[in-house]
């Protein structure tokens, strides 16, 4: 008897390929859904269609892991893939690797089934990482592979009698977790075409977010959010009480042009209130305690983390180096930030650490004792020496 273990969401892409797999003379089908943080009603409708489709399914609450993991490494390294905190992108690694424990632990998986399109960036992220944790596994990809369409897929689905719910009425295409919500698909994909209010479910709309100002202090201890507002606790609790809040205020609604890996460029809207509330006010904190050389070497290295992240290559080796600087100077992001929330718009209110490099000392105009501007005159007199010199031969023409 062949065995396929599927990496189920319980939509249409990865519901069609049940039957497609059975006809294919897979007679024994594992569905394993990774609770990331997506809606509950999901996790339980993917359990609900994969039982009724005689299914062995299995549910991975991987959420302490992922934000843990995943997530707070993405807040020390300011995750920013042009505008876009990463969230879908960081789920897959961790999604893969557990489908390649869930295979190890039930045995005798003959191949991994996933449902990813041939022209996203999932494929690549969850088969690298399928790849790398069972490599002796192979994966196939019917969706791709079938070049199937969605049209084709819910005549398929309504003619095999699988499963599928409401989807003839999605317009949208929607990934969740709880780093952010992704809305892809129908109209949205013109890049002239504004986003209808009715996409979005974690930030509220300008009209309807508080006439108030709302301020709220995060702490981080080594680059790890600790605290908001009122919340301690695991990074699991703070992102959670970081969405709530900045939801509530409009903050995180992000509309970009992105650059897939497959080199084509899209259209896509997120709403991230959490992970744009916190990696805000961890860049606020990273300022006041790295020097001048390190925050511009680190605007590079996350730079690079960014690519990665978004390429899925969680475990490559230049992910660990950056990741061992990035590591390195968390040490002492440690302090609180504050932070006002209002009609979709934030504002860094005040910082404070024990490793600030600030001395109010120095900087102010009234102290003549720990750096006497008075000194300063030569340095003043040998700036730009260089250009001075090349102007002169310049204008000698
Ligand atoms: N464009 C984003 C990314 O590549 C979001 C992808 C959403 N994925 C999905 N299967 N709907 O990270």
Redesign the pocket.
Known sequence: MKKALIVYSGGLDTTVCIPLMREQGFEEIVTLTVDVGQPEADVRQAADRAREMGCEHHVADVKEEFAAEYCAPAIAANADYFG?P?S??IARPLIAKKAAEVAHAVGGVDAFVHG?TGK???QFRIEFGLRLFAPDIPILAPIREMNLTRTWEIDYAERVGAPIGQSKEKIW???ENLWGR?I?GGRLEDPNYEPPEEIFQWTASLAAAPGEPETVEVEFRAGVPVRIGSVSGTPLQVIAEANSLAGKHGVGRIDIM?D?LIGLKVR?NYECPGAVLLIAAHRALEALVTTHAERAFKAQVDAQWAELA?QGLWWDPFMEDLNAFIGQVQRRVSGTVRMRLFKGGMTVLGRDSDWALYSEAAASFDDTTSLEQSQMTGMVRTHGLESLLYARLVRRG
Request: net charge negative; proline share 0%.
């Open positions: 876009y990463l879908t992108a990813c996203g960036n999932d295409s929607i990934d992704s892809e992105e897939r896509e978004y």
